[in-house]
């Protein structure tokens, strides 16, 4: 069964931390892009952060510059988004997805998405 498994949310407080992990089944990472996007209540959804390995590349959104990276462990076959210096405007719920790593990191379209995770919900307090 394809799956995507995210996890690793929760509340925390500004300038805390946390480490999203997502782990894929019944396909391997290595051809695919893994986003992850997150969307506030009220608000579009926003692609934070990507990672590709075929071909490389990594993605980091404008927002979370400088404060979020993102990472791969073959092994594991699962893909990190590490969280630093959280502030109240990054709550929202977190998913992570996968594309054709051909497709590239950045401006994929939804109908180019081929798996969704659940999401993962992250408070941040003030």
């Known amino acids: 069964e394809v799956q995507l498994q995210a996890s690793g949310g929760g509340l925390v407080q500004a300038g805390e931390s946390l480490r999203l992990s997502c782990v894929a089944s019944?396909?391997?990472?290595?051809?695919?892009?893994i986003g992850w996007f997150r969307q506030a209540p009220g608000k579009e959804r926003e692609e934070v952060s990507c990672f590709s390995r075929n071909p490389v590349g990594t993605y980091v959104g404008d927002s979370v510059k400088g404060r979020f990276t993102t990472s791969s462990d073959n092994a594991k076959n699962t893909v990190y988004l590490q969280m630093n210096s959280l502030k109240p405007e990054d709550t929202a719920v977190y998913y992570c997805a996968a594309w054709w790593g051909r497709i590239g990191c950045l401006g994929v379209r939804t109908d180019e998405i081929d798996y969704w995770g659940q999401g993962t919900l992250v408070t941040v307090s003030s």
């Open positions: 019944g396909f391997t990472v290595d051809d695919y892009a």
